[in-house]
């Protein structure tokens, strides 16, 4: 098995590349013809769907085939070879068999798990069938990828997959209310265009959302999502934007759900809230009590600690000093420090000395905005002598480290004495009351793409890929893709085994044949010398030096075939052929007339469906 594929993706190319390489009808015959017609090929299909196009070839030259492949794909896609070349990918016999058997079970999807590329795969099969360049190692291949794929589906939940950590986001967000209640005539930002991302655009419309703003970095991705979305009968309204205007759009909505590739945060502290004040919510105001441990802005800051009554006091403007600082996509990264607010210039020597003292007394290390729980000591003074329930007024005009210190202080040190005891989401951290929740948040990211400190700000609910990992032990999604994989490494290395098999068998077809030969000359020689012989002592004879013939066989040809059958087997067919002398000609005089018998069985195209 020589098995190539070259293609691209919606994995490995923009959306305005996919648009230019698609296929007409048309194109893809005059394309299975012209790989035929070159020399590496000798059967090849096409698999052309809106998010991919592949080719699949035997080859008996690696690079040549590549070349070639290559070639033929920006001749008939009208896109020029030096500029598809970045975009293509290549796999190669197990490989190639492992990336088929994925797309099947729709692991390589824009939404995973989805069903529809199982009907693709077996129009593309259909069509090679049909144009008579799909061979026996095309025909075993797409047909064994369509019962893995059906495998998939039956076997496990990964058509459920990606809607399950969708669908579970929203029912975090929706707390105790129903989803479809929840979201009803609200408006959603989207960020990013991709599998999961298309999933919670298409989840959001189900369940009744007003209308849906996609942005993404690819406009013309974003673009089409919207298409889609307005295609889909559920009445929403959809429209995209630019990255750019993802924070203008922020402003606008009720929920926002990201799930891109960025390595960076694509909604910092300050994107957040500067939206809320937009909304009108003043973060001075009432804000829900912090935690007694975790890290944020809230946290650093001492953020809405408790009053002696139990109720909330008054907090100054957050400086949200906890995101890092971002750098604009396609720019370098500025090299300078930065200075968190409230920090420029050299720090007071006395400062210094209380930060210290303070990580020794409680365990607790402030940096840049970020605090990291060492261990819990209480029952200290302040470190920098701010009363334990302070107000706006104690905390006017103290600057950024002294806050910071007051809020280790004050979130674990002798104020947490004071504090009532309060109530805690699933998933483990302080939420806004739903009641109160002027912006959710849902971050399917990983790295996350939302500065996970915003969720002690008021008015302001998120929940993320940790906070969902928490709450759902079991991780539907995570499990069913696992046990995908495990399904597909298993049918793989059973195809190739009996793909390795199927190439020897000729050739112990044909040694079989020349025995028999053999067996024929010698009895037709002992008729000559021996004619007094009756028949039924002519037949006793034959049928013996027949068993001796095979006896002596059989151990040989069994055994060769479980040895070709295992990875580095391919030589023992060569092997074979050199020590009885077979004739090439013959070995491949056998494998054709097999290859004609099942292109002839009116059941190997019903067998697939």
């Known amino acids: 098995m020589s098995l190539l594929v070259v293609g691209l993706s919606h994995r490995s190319a923009p959306v305005s590349v996919l648009e230019r390489a698609s296929l007409s009808a048309d194109a893809k015959v005059k394309l299975l013809h012209d790989t035929l017609a070159a020399e590496p090929a000798t059967e090849a299909t096409v698999l052309a769907t809106c998010n991919r196009i592949e080719l699949y070839a035997d080859v008996d030259k690696f690079h040549a085939g590549v070349a070639e492949l290559s070639t033929l794909l920006a001749q008939h896609s009208g896109v020029a070879l030096e500029e598809l070349t970045p975009y293509l990918y290549v796999h190669y016999e197990d490989r190639a068999v492992h990336h088929l058997f994925s797309v099947a079970c729709g692991l390589d999807s824009m939404v995973v798990g989805e069903g ?167 973060l001075a105001g009432p804000a829900a009590e912090a935690p007694a441990s975790g890290s944020g802005v809230g946290g650093a800051l001492g953020v809405g600690g408790a009053s002696p009554a139990g109720g909330s006091f008054p907090t100054p403007p957050l400086p949200v000093t906890g995101a890092a600082p971002q750098t604009p996509r396609g720019s370098a990264p500025d090299p300078a420090p930065q200075t968190p607010a409230g920090l420029e210039g050299a720090p007071d020597a006395d400062v210094v000395a209380r930060l210290a003292a303070a990580a020794q007394a409680l365990g607790r290390l402030a940096d840049a905005g970020a605090a990291r729980t060492l261990s819990a000591v209480a029952g200290d003074a302040c470190p920098v002598e701010l009363p334990g329930p302070a107000g706006r007024t104690a905390l006017a005009g103290v600057d950024a480290t002294s806050l910071e210190l007051h809020g280790a202080w004050a979130d674990q040190g002798g104020a947490a004495a004071q504090r009532p005891p309060r109530p805690r989401s699933a998933a483990g951290r302080a939420q806004a009351d739903p009641a109160t929740v002027r912006l959710a948040l849902l971050d399917l990211a990983m790295p996350r793409d939302i500065d996970a400190a915003v969720h002690r700000m008021p008015g302001v609910r998120l929940v993320d890929i940790e906070s969902l990992a928490e709450a759902s032990a079991d991780a539907p999604m995570a499990a069913d893709v696992d046990a995908v994989r495990a399904l597909v490494a298993d049918e793989v290395a059973a195809f190739g085994a009996a793909q390795r098999a199927a190439h020897i068998t000729p050739t112990v077809v044909a040694l079989r044949a020349m025995a028999a030969e053999v067996v024929a000359s010698e009895v037709a020689r002992l008729d000559g010398r021996l004619p007094d012989l009756d028949e039924r002592q002519r037949a006793e004879v034959t049928q013996t030096v027949r068993r001796v013939v095979d006896k002596l066989l059989h151990a040989p040809t069994v055994r060769v075939k479980q040895l070709a059958s295992e990875p580095g087997g391919a030589g023992y067919a060569e092997a074979l052929r050199e020590l009885f002398d077979l004739d090439p000609q013959t070995v491949a005089s056998v494998a054709s007339v097999g290859q004609a018998d099942r292109n002839d069985d009116p059941g190997i195209a019903g067998r697939a469906s």
């Open 116 to 282: 529809q590329i199982l009907g693709q795969i077996k129009d593309a099969l259909a069509l090679g069938q049909e144009l008579h360049t799909a061979g026996r190692l095309i025909n075993d291949l797409f047909q064994q990828a369509l019962r893995v794929g059906k495998r998939a589906h039956s076997e496990t939940g990964i058509d459920r997959a990606g809607q399950s950590l969708v669908t579970f986001g929203l029912e975090q967000l929706a707390v105790r209310e129903p989803v479809a209640d929840w979201a009803a005539g609200k408006r959603a930002l989207v960020i990013g265009a991709g599998s999961m991302s298309s999933l919670a655009a298409a989840t959001l419309a189900r369940v009744g959302v007003a209308e849906i703003v996609v942005a993404n970095r690819t406009a013309e991705r974003a673009q089409r999502l919207v298409e889609i979305l307005g295609a889909s009968g559920t009445g929403v309204s959809a429209r995209a934007v630019a990255m750019a205007d993802v924070a203008d759009e922020l402003t606008r909505v009720d929920v926002a759900v990201s799930c891109t590739g960025a390595t960076g945060l694509v909604l910092t502290g300050e994107d957040v809230a500067a939206a809320l004040a937009r909304h009108g919510l003043d």
